[in-house]
């Protein structure tokens, strides 16, 4: 089979087939005729270490993406990178768009040996001069769509199989700004739900309508893959895979080890497993998982470097289970926050690393006037706990930390020990004290307001080339 692996920015589990009224009706039908993963979750909920972790099936600490790709962290071993692993099974493998595993997208040079290094053997990007702020990338979203679409029937049947990874930079802010028409139509504010714990006003609703947009645009793209698979004759013999990298960038999800960073939709068409059609799986899943079953699928040996566990059985069985719980970290996005949280069906836990910072690293969460409105009423001088545990059966929006309620000594205990015996097992760094910097990595001061500050009195470090 082929693989066709597609992938938005930041988009979360805000799509129409996870029952959000967001206007993404292509999405919606490819559900329909594919299995959805209800309870999938990444491995890191920040842009370079989860796709990191999905495209190598390894975890942030070991696979070297602790942070962003742009910001001086790079994978350990290329040869891990999915890429690389069927190029050498005799796939030809194509990048269009997006892929925030190694350097940077931009310049387009750069984004050629980037995507050489890592294992592509097609690069269909489009260059993005003339896109002059992140609002107007969506029409590079789309022009990257049709360079997909001319790949696809140019090609055929003819040749090796292939493997198209195909990176929308939407849903990412800045949103695309809404016409006097769209505001008073299909994106209307008025009648917007606002994001899971995001305060509802005026402000929040016009923001979320940006986001449907933004969700709608990359929808088309999605369509235009899909319609061109079926008139190639291809759709029946690809393996499809849709997914994103973590949460909506709003405070308290994209960054946030809470469900709203780490969940994520994963809507996977296995042409072999029809049964599968239309059905959902509730057990729980992890992106480090899709490698491993991608292999089962195209009955390739797995590298011995994979931590996941394939989920194949599911096609057929979407009650089967294949792990008991799933695990996430983060290390850095701008600042240095290292966490790490298990989760089962039942229970979250997380623990923070840092015991010289409790406040929030501001730095980590993206810019937006949702953000501002938490600094101005004082969110710089909250802080975290050390640890938290959630009861997700009566506290699915983990709102409620019970660290200190004795009926849940056990649970708390048993979530513990899991945690460690996962740290020990993968090698975690943590485990030996504070997280050595590389002197080529830009990170900010963990008092730092914003993400792309121009003050070097932000930074902890910012290597000048």
């Known amino acids: 089979m082929n693989v066709v692996y597609v992938h938005t920015h930041d988009t979360g589990k805000y799509i129409k087939p996870y029952g959000k009224q967001v206007p993404t009706p292509n999405l919606f039908s490819f559900a329909?005729?594919?299995?959805?993963?209800?309870?999938?979750?990444?491995?890191?909920?920040?842009?370079?270490?989860?796709?990191?972790?999905?495209?190598?099936g390894t975890y942030p600490h070991q696979n070297g993406m602790m942070g962003l790709a742009h910001?001086?962290?790079?994978?350990?071993?290329?040869?891990?990178?999915?890429?690389?692993?069927?190029?050498?099974?005799?796939?030809?493998?194509?990048?269009?768009?997006?892929q925030?595993?190694?350097?940077?997208?931009?310049?387009?040079?750069?984004?050629?040996?980037?995507?050489?290094?890592?294992?592509?053997?097609?690069?269909?990007?489009?260059?993005?001069?003339?896109?002059?702020?992140?609002?107007?990338?969506?029409?590079?979203?789309?022009?990257?769509?049709l360079k997909v679409v001319e790949y696809v029937r140019n090609r055929g049947k003819s040749g090796k199989p292939f493997f198209l990874s195909y990176g929308l930079f939407t849903t990412h802010r800045e949103y695309p700004e809404l016409t006097e028409e769209?505001?008073?139509?299909?994106?209307?504010?008025?009648?917007?739900?606002?994001?899971?714990?995001?305060?509802?006003?005026?402000?929040?609703?016009?923001?979320?309508?940006?986001?449907?947009?933004?969700?709608?645009?990359?929808?088309a793209c999605f369509?235009?893959?899909?319609?061109?698979?079926?008139?190639?004759?291809?759709?029946?013999?690809?393996?499809?895979?849709?997914?994103?990298?973590?949460?909506?960038?709003?405070?308290?999800?994209?960054?946030?080890l809470s469900d709203a960073g780490i969940g994520v939709p994963l809507i996977i068409r296995n042409p072999e497993a029809p049964a599968s059609f239309g059905r959902v799986s509730d057990q729980l899943v992890s992106h480090l998982d899709v490698f491993p079953t991608i292999c089962d699928c195209l009955r390739l040996e797995k590298p011995g470097h994979l931590e996941?566990?394939?989920?194949?059985?599911?096609?057929?069985?979407?009650?089967?289970?294949?792990?008991?719980a799933v695990f996430a970290e983060t290390n850095f996005h701008t600042s240095y926050e290292p966490a790490r949280c298990i989760r089962t069906s039942r229970y979250k836990y997380i623990k923070y690393f840092d015991g010289e910072w409790t406040k929030y690293n501001l730095s980590n969460c993206d810019e937006s006037e949702l953000k501002e409105r938490l600094i101005q009423h004082g969110w710089a001088e909250k802080s975290k706990e050390k640890e938290y545990l959630f009861d997700l059966y009566f506290d699915p929006a983990e709102g409620k930390n019970l660290v200190n309620d004795s009926d849940y000594d056990e649970p708390l205990i048993?979530?513990?020990?899991?945690?460690?015996?996962?740290?020990k097992e993968t090698g975690d760094p943590l485990l030996d004290g504070k997280l050595d910097y590389s002197p080529s990595w830009k990170v900010n001061k963990r008092s730092s307001l914003k993400p792309s500050s121009k003050n070097p009195e932000d930074y902890e470090q910012w290597p000048q080339d």
């Open 414 to 423: 048993m979530m513990r020990r899991a945690l460690h015996h996962w740290q």
């Open 182 to 219: 769209e505001a008073e139509g299909v994106y209307n504010p008025n009648y917007i739900e606002v994001a899971h714990g995001t305060f509802p006003d005026e402000k929040s609703r016009l923001d979320m309508a940006q986001f449907h947009k933004s969700a709608h645009i990359a929808d």
């Open 32 to 56: 329909q005729e594919a299995l959805l993963f209800s309870n999938a979750f990444n491995g890191s909920p920040t842009c370079s270490p989860s796709r990191a972790s999905f495209m190598t």
């Open 223 to 256: 369509g235009k893959v899909m319609e061109v698979l079926k008139e190639q004759d291809l759709f029946n013999e690809t393996l499809i895979i849709f997914s994103t990298d973590h949460g909506v960038a709003n405070p308290f999800m994209k960054g946030s």
């Open 308 to 324: 996941g566990h394939s989920f194949i059985e599911m096609f057929q069985d979407p009650y089967s289970k294949t792990r008991e």
């Open 71 to 98: 910001r001086g962290f790079k994978l350990v071993d290329f040869n891990w990178h999915m890429a690389s692993f069927l190029q050498s099974r005799e796939y030809e493998t194509v990048l269009c768009g997006v």
């Open 100 to 145: 925030h595993e190694h350097r940077f997208w931009k310049p387009l040079e750069q984004g050629h040996e980037a995507a050489k290094e890592l294992g592509y053997t097609t690069h269909l990007t489009a260059d993005m001069e003339g896109y002059q702020d992140s609002a107007s990338l969506a029409g590079w979203d789309e022009e990257n769509a």
